[in-house]
């Protein structure tokens, strides 16, 4: 009877391993290869120390290409111009996406390519700024008007605060800016001169040493540049209104949508601690919208800068 057992168990075995052998799994289909994003979100600077802008701006554009694989980008790139006239051919051309820069030069850019101011960016944690007129406590000048005839130092062409600003205040107070090719230039009576420095710092050298008689430069400079005790010998003949930090610029013909994501994106980042840390290597506090909207700070800028251009 054992053996009968046995041989039992041994069937109903040999007929389960039979039967599982003989049965096919269900195929898994095969799950199509979605392709990686290849776009190239590429941010702009104009820049002489290339290798340190990049180093301060990589971190930025690699978070937001991150974030924007459902509108095909996959890395992103930095490119340095050697000069403001480069980048205006690279946004042109579409080879930039993003610039960042104060009123000024950007509006140069978006004036010759199309490209459209979006946001304003806090640089250094400042939103906004404006320029200030300074001469020697005692130099016996109190108001702009006892700078006609005399010798005013600004910083270079292309400066919003050490151009744009002062020369436009200046036309619409009234006044005769004319420029000149150097400080001991004769200036007449109905003119005030102005000669480029080429740097703030040249610029407050020049007005201590009396080398001009009044300097520009922006609150912020003043503050940061000036000693206290230097300060303390000088004297604010007038300041201009202020006009934000810095525009964030998207290249002309963007897809809306993914101009509309990078927007978002950049708003949101000094939310999390990702983004600030990113923000902070950017240099860069927040981004916002125009307080008193984009229509209105972008008409007021543009006056302003065709005054300037104007001359």
Request: aromatic content about 10%; proline content about 6%.
């Amino acid at each position: 009877m054992r053996n009968h057992t046995t041989v039992f168990v041994w069937i109903i075995i040999l007929l389960l391993l039979t039967a599982a052998c003989g049965v096919s799994p269900t195929p898994t289909p095969e799950q199509p290869e979605v392709a990686a994003p290849t776009g190239v979100l590429v941010f702009g600077d104009i820049s002489d120390e290339a290798a340190e802008t990049i180093n301060g701006t990589q971190p930025i554009a690699d978070h937001l290409a991150s974030q924007l694989g459902a509108y095909g980008i996959g890395r992103a790139e930095v490119k340095i111009a050697p000069d403001l006239e480069t980048m205006v051919q690279w946004i042109a051309n579409g080879e930039v996406d993003l610039y960042f820069d104060s009123p000024y030069p950007a509006l140069v850019i978006a004036q010759e390519t199309g490209a459209e101011p979006i946001l304003r960016r806090w640089k250094y944690g400042v939103s906004e700024y404006y320029s200030l007129f300074f001469a020697r406590a005692d130099a016996g000048l109190t108001t702009l008007a006892d700078l006609q005839g005399q010798m005013v130092a600004f910083e270079e062409p292309f400066s919003t605060s050490g151009y744009m600003l002062p020369l436009s205040y200046l036309l619409e107070q009234g006044f005769n800016p004319v420029e000149k090719g150097m400080p001991e230039a004769a200036v007449a009576a109905d003119e005030i001169g102005y000669v480029f420095s080429t740097a703030d710092n040249t610029t407050i050298q020049w007005v201590v040493s009396g080398r001009v008689s009044a300097g520009v430069v922006d609150n912020v400079g003043y503050e940061l540049f000036i000693p206290a005790a230097t300060r303390a010998e000088l004297i604010v003949l007038a300041q201009t209104e202020d006009v934000p930090r810095q525009l964030v610029l998207t290249r002309p013909g963007m897809d809306p949508q993914l101009k509309a994501a990078i927007k978002s994106l950049l708003m949101g980042m000094d939310k999390t601690e990702e983004g600030q840390a990113v923000l902070k290597i950017f240099l860069t506090t927040q981004f916002d919208e125009f307080p008193e909207g984009a229509t209105v700070a972008l008409a007021r800028m543009q006056a302003l800068y065709e005054l300037a251009q104007s001359r």
